[in-house]
């Protein structure tokens, strides 16, 4: 196991100890996004959720400076997840066609969908660093874990 994964793995239990039993939404979305963003604060530059709320994807939990507040299905990667129910690693998002630019430092993006009930994607987790190549199938395996589990836990 790689330092990567094993750093995944700890947070991966952290996350779910965090959630076990919890029922406020907006609870549990601001405590990942900490864990989260301080599990790889070298790579993970701003880190939060997006929530399918009136037909958009409107900001929620977040850390890192401001960003966009409103992103409509299938607009950028956000939005692209979001509409493709799938995960999206975007090695360089100057390369990504329709790409939205809430900061100028970021450079590679990964966004995770956050199923509901019936398979429908209630919200994204959305993952931005300042290093061109940053994500891999390592950060997209552990993140959906995540996803799937607050999910699981938040009844979504």
Known sequence: ???????????????????????????VLANVTAAL????????????????????LRLGPFQGPVACMHIACGKGVCGTAWAEKRTLVVPDVE????????????RSEIVVPVFGRGGSVKAVIDVDSCSLGAFDEVDARYLEKIAKNLSKELAL
Not at 38 to 54: H, N, Q, S
């Open 1 to 27: 196991m790689t330092t990567k994964e094993s750093r995944y793995e700890t947070l991966v239990a952290q996350v779910a100890a965090l959630i076990e039993g919890e029922t406020c939404r907006m609870s």
């Open 37 to 56: 963003h301080d599990a790889f604060p070298e790579i993970f530059f701003w880190v939060g959720f997006y929530m399918v709320e009136d037909g958009e």
């Open 95 to 106: 390369d990504f066609p329709g790409h939205i630019a809430c900061s100028s430092l970021s």
